[in-house]
């Protein structure tokens, strides 16, 4: 949250663990448009950009016609993969964003986002998080990794690493593309709740698309300002679990030991599918 130091949710009245009341029925006609709007939008892109998990899992969850109820949500979910919605006020702490995953909780951000932010928003919102992270929580693979990463947030708690951890979050579950028949395609939430950024992350040649490694990406810094100048690509999702599902304190050891990488730097070692140009900064800059 120290990303975010003026988060504009309404933390007065939640529970110790930062759930809210959904209060769905407070969301206005305009807010469901906006909501529909945003759908249709990304909806459009899915069948182009994104993995075929993600867009089966938007499919059971059928959200279009407007904000959707965690509720209502949630007996669909649980009854696939033992996961719930819960409603919070926004961004909430590391420590309890773990504990939820932990339970098999996902939390979803209460509002949503203005006229004037549909094509960026510095916070996560309800579209961000639910049309973004959802969806993967009815694949049984997704879902038990998501799980486990909560584990592995409560140990990271422990050894002061939650920094580095947290790396992989957002690499592998915000901006993650997976390799398929068909292509690159894209799963993250960061990116398919956001229509420019999931082009930008298939199709532009300024990004470094490079071989999932998790030492790597526990080394490499990440932007939240601007779009990523470097994705990783999974083979599968199960590539991701298993790579998870061992003993993380050595690790954070070593990588403790060795420096950061930047965002857009390539290193030795590295398994390059796309050496990105860059062009994206200098077309920025143009505009």
Known sequence: MENYPNLRGDYSDMAPDYTISQDWD????????????????????LKRYAAQEFIDGTAALDAGDGIPDLEIASARLAAKTGWRLV???????????????????????????????I????????????????????NPVFADYMQLYGE????????????????LYW??????????????????AGMLSSAAETRFSIKDNSPNRLCFDLKRVMRTR???DDFQETYFVLDS????????????????ELVQRQPEITPDQI?????????????????????
């Open 26 to 45: 407070r969301y206005t006609v305009e807010e469901h448009a906006r909501w529909r709007m945003l759908y249709a939008r990304q909806a459009k892109l």
């Open 87 to 117: 409603a919070v006020p926004g961004l909430i702490p590391e420590t309890d964003f773990f504990a939820h995953l932990e339970r098999r909780q996902f939390p979803v951000t209460n509002w949503i986002r203005g006229a004037d932010e």
């Open 119 to 138: 094509d960026y928003l510095v916070e996560p919102d309800i579209f961000h998080d639910f049309f973004g992270h959802v969806p993967l929580l009815f």
């Open 152 to 167: 592995k947030g409560a140990e990271a708690n422990r050894l002061g690493t939650s920094k580095i951890l947290v790396r």
């Open 171 to 188: 690499y592998m579950v915000e901006f993650g593309l997976i390799r398929t028949g068909d292509g690159l395609k894209a799963y993250g």
């Open 222 to 224: 990440y932007r939240i």
């Open 237 to 252: 999702f199960e590539q991701l679990f298993e790579a998870t599902h061992r003993d993380f304190a050595p690790l954070y």
């Open 267 to 287: 290193v030795a070692g590295d398994r390059v599918i796309t050496l990105g140009d860059g062009s994206w900064k200098q077309r920025r800059a143009a505009a």
